[in-house]
């Protein structure tokens, strides 16, 4: 049934795609054949001591000495053509730092692009890209970037294609802005690249430029739309003569103050309304060797970061949340080693782990019990670097402190309860290059160690992962081939294992598996992965990839890692054509076919499926993608919660969205989902907006409303024993949530900038219906289920509803008022000031509220009210830390 209907929609969409939409020539814009093989080498001279002076204004000596490199060459939109604005670079370098002076031409000066923001943050202007790979590995490096009202950014590249925008180092820059055009004048100490000892230093080096208004990418290196790298195809920069590298020390002490604001409960003495705290620690970084550096933290605070999007989570799974917190963002590539391949976001590690909630809570003894929300880092630190011979290697540890709950318990006596155990995490990574890069072998492990658990004898006392990992790119860069497998092992009581073995990731206690054994005295549980990827990554039109993987039911990495199921095996397929050059209607086109695959290790299939999927750019520069696919029926091992596997229905969804032109003062776009599953009746779809709104050049307004509706007549309710049989209670629940994202911000110079965060949030469910399994492996939706009918559900006053199983009249299990409506505002307010290089003060407001209710109509405007009376949380926060280099 798949692939009657899908196949061909495929091969008419990826044939006939440029007919369909008036596009003829198309095909034809193959032909732009761009190469990267002709080599381009810029030259560096020295200064005098103490280098020019930085102020944007290209007079000092050194500038009229020093070789210029032109001859631009556009990416974008008209690619391998002549740049339309002359661009010229020049370097130079003194012991302590390079400098890199860029002279961009404009005939028309007036009309040059530049916003000001707050450092990191892109914005439609003009830019200045200046490139270095100072390790000449041809896979690493980093990225200096600026605008013409000296906004900063940096970013460091890794892995020849993949980027870390969250880098941040310590360099400056100076920009003017004239009747020629503007200029650029990059200061980058040494201290901040990596480099080894050598007579002559070669980096890699390239410069990029982004003329605004008329989206025009030019390159000193031209990097082809279809070539597959980056860092492997800037050009070199030689001439650095006699600089040592740097073995850096940076030390960045903060202070923190305090002070939160909340709802006090009478005779509760730790909610007493009000808490204040001051206090202080560091952060360093030490240059080991030339090539490896370690950077750790002490007591870190991370007030500034803002809060995790509310959501109604109602399945068996966790939720994900991206990492926010600077130190740990900081370098992450090292340390990504995915479960399945490169990327996704199932992680041997997973740095939301460190620092998370405590997993106990106290006892309160009739009386009162302390909560405490996060668990203290004490101390953390990166050990990382890439030696001159190819070996990466990066270390990381982190030391949790035993977290204790005060109790004040009914009889007057004061307890201390452990809430999570004194706890110490490991990650390791060591892997070497070959081949120039082309050929990467590597190891990663991960190890995590609890001390006394005392009552938290549901934890684990340790966990262990470890995995060998292969990157092979060959047929110069254009063929790829991933391979990797992992191992795990957790040890534990009896109860900790037990609680492995019963919980969402594999359900051992299914009564259908009989692949799997529960085994209720195992004090340890070990598994396996592996997975493998192989396709073309570049050169021409078509790209494709292949792959599978596969966990066994034992595998287990959430300790420190991110893993959502074990117990499945996983292939794959993916096909895209592009076509990059322009056309009649398109700037660019691409098309993409999925085919997938999802079986247990029992060879029963969960999931079997594929799209087609669209994206392009119109001449306009405005985009769009659309997408539409089918999943064939398949196995649901956890919509029972450790019960028998439910077949799941077949099911198509769709997808489409819309963005306007990004250079403009106004920004739109759009975006929906809709998804059915014709024989259950389940269908759900959401709709997205945002707007992006500059009214100056300093200022900046997002808002993004959003409204979904999920109905779905199998949610999981409950399992219980009634009348001597497991019964497992299904409710058609109808669901609508509503949210309004709106960010703003507001930049008074490069270093001093105010953002605000907020997010109202309103979730509704109204279940309206109830049924119970009788057959969950049944040739037809309908004989799985049988539908409770209305004389068989009572409903009280307060909502509680109770089930007749038997249709006696007499009712045999309550389950309670299962409607819900959560509301929730989430804001923050930070003021950023870099007051000297380096060294920043934080002013932060953080809010938040929220209300519930066992009501299930949504009602946007009753929700919000009952939110807007609710008690409200504010903490106020004060950051100040002074960086400085010895």
């Known amino acids: 049934m798949l692939f009657r209907i899908y196949l061909p929609l495929a091969v008419f969409t990826l044939v006939a795609a440029p007919a369909v939409t008036t596009q003829s020539d198309l095909a034809a814009q193959q032909s732009a054949a761009i190469s990267v093989d002709a080599p381009k080498i810029a030259s560096a001279v020295r200064a005098d001591l103490g280098g020019p002076r930085l102020d944007g204004v290209l007079d000092d000596e050194v500038w009229q000495r020093a070789p210029i490199a032109s001859d631009f060459l556009q990416r974008d939109p008209d690619e ?41 943050e892109y914005s439609p202007s003009d830019w200045i890209r200046v490139q270095i790979d100072s390790y000449h590995d041809r896979r690493t490096g980093f990225e200096f970037i ?38 650029a004048e990059f200061r980058i100490p040494f201290s901040q690249l990596r480099f080894t000892k050598a007579e002559e230093n070669v980096f890699g080096f390239n410069v990029m ?78 240059g080991i060797t030339s090539a490896l550096t370690l950077t750790a933290t002490f007591n870190p605070d991370f007030g500034q970061v803002e809060a995790d999007a509310a959501e109604v989570n109602l399945s068996a799974f966790e939720s994900f949340f991206r990492e926010k917190r600077p130190f740990f963002n900081e370098g992450l590539d090292i340390f990504q080693w995915g479960v399945t391949g490169s990327g996704g976001r199932e992680q041997l590690f997973y740095t939301r782990r460190l620092g998370r909630s405590p997993q106990g809570s106290a006892d309160s003894r009739g009386g009162f019990a302390e909560r405490v929300t996060n668990t203290t880092i004490l101390t953390a630190a990166k050990l990382s670097g890439k030696t001159p011979d190819g070996w990466t290697m990066g270390l990381l540890t982190t030391v949790t402190a035993a977290e204790r709950a005060s109790v004040l318990g009914g009889d007057g006596v004061d307890y201390s309860d452990l809430v999570e155990p004194q706890t110490n995490y490991f990650v390791g990574r060591l892997a070497r290059d070959l081949r120039q890069g082309q050929t990467v072998l590597g190891f990663f492990g991960t190890a995590v160690n609890r001390g006394n658990l005392e009552n938290l004898t549901f934890l684990r006392s340790s966990a262990y992962a470890g995995g060998f990992d292969l990157n092979h790119r060959f047929r110069n860069d254009t063929y790829s081939f991933e391979g990797r497998v992992s191992a795990t092992r957790i040890n534990g009581s009896t109860e900790a294992i037990t609680a492995a073995q019963l919980s969402s990731s594999r359900y051992y206690q299914r009564p259908d598996a009989d692949h799997l054994e529960f085994d209720s005295t195992l004090t340890s549980l070990s598994g396996h992965a592996a997975a493998f990827t192989f396709g073309k990554r570049g050169g021409g039109a078509w790209r494709w990839r292949v792959g599978a993987n596969t966990r066994s039911p034992g595998y287990e990495v959430n300790d420190i ?45 969960k999931n079997v499926g594929g799209n087609v999927n669209a994206n392009w750019t119109f001449l306009n520069y405005w985009s769009g993608w659309a997408g539409v696919g089918y999943q064939a029926g398949g196995l649901a091992t956890s919509a029972l919660r450790g019960g028998p596997a439910f077949i799941r229905p077949g099911a198509w969804d769709t997808w489409f969205g819309i963005e306007s032109d990004g250079r403009k003062a106004i920004l739109l776009g759009a975006d929906g989902f809709y998804f059915t599953q014709n024989e259950s009746g389940v269908r759900s779809y959401n709709i997205s907006q945002w707007v992006t709104w500059r009214p100056a050049t300093n200022l900046e307004f997002r808002f993004s409303p959003g409204f979904s509706r999920n109905i779905d007549t199998w949610q999981y309710i409950t399992q219980t024993d009634v009348l001597n049989n497991r019964e497992f209670v299904f409710a058609e629940i109808h669901q609508s949530t509503a949210s309004m994202t709106f960010r703003g911000n507001m930049t008074f110079t490069p270093d001093l900038s105010v953002q605000v965060y907020a997010e109202p949030f309103v979730s509704s469910g109204n279940y309206v219906g109830y049924s119970r399994v009788t057959d969950s492996r049944g040739a037809t939706f309908a004989d799985r289920l049988r539908t409770f009918a209305d004389q068989d559900v009572t409903t009280d006053e307060n909502g509680d ?32 000031w870099e007051y000297m290089l380096g060294s920043t003060m934080f002013f932060v407001w953080q809010h938040g509220r929220s209300s519930f209710t066992n009501q299930g109509s949504f009602d946007v405007g009753r929700s919000l009210g009952n939110l807007f009376s609710s008690e409200q949380n504010n903490t106020f926060v004060v950051k100040l830390n002074y960086w400085f280099s010895l």
């Open 561 to 605: 890692g991110f893993q959502r199921q074990a117990d499945r095996t996983n292939e794959w397929i993916w096909v895209n054509k592009r076509w990059l050059q322009p056309g009649r209607m398109f700037r660019r086109f691409s098309v993409n076919l999925n085919q997938w695959g999802n079986f247990n290790s029992n060879f029963e299939r």
């Open 801 to 832: 509803v109770s089930l007749d199983f038997n249709g006696d009249g007499v009712s045999d299990l309550g389950i309670g008022n299962p409607n819900f409506t959560f509301a929730s505002l989430r804001s923050n307010v930070v003021l950023r």
């Open 80 to 120: 391998g053509e002549p740049a339309t604005e002359r661009t010229e670079v020049q370097v130079a370098y003194t012991d302590d730092a390079l400098y890199v002076a860029v002279r961009a031409f404009d005939s028309q000066a007036d009309q040059i692009s530049a916003q000001l923001t707050r450092r990191d």
């Open 209 to 286: 430029r982004i003329i605004n208004r008329r989206n025009e990418e030019q390159y000193w290196k031209l990097r082809p739309k279809n070539a597959s790298g980056v860092v492997s195809l800037f050009g070199d920069l030689v001439g650095i003569r006699g600089v040592e590298p740097r073995r850096r020390i940076e030390i960045l002490p903060y202070t923190v103050l305090t002070e939160a604001r909340s709802p006090s409960e009478a005779g509760n003495p730790f909610v007493t309304g009000q808490n204040f705290r001051g206090t202080m620690g560091a952060d360093v970084n030490i």
């Open 146 to 183: 600026v605008n013409p009202v000296g906004v900063k950014r940096d970013r460091y590249l890794y892995d020849d294609n993949n980027s870390d925008s969250s880098w941040d180092a310590v360099w400056d820059v100076a920009t003017s802005i004239d009747s020629e055009g503007w200029t």
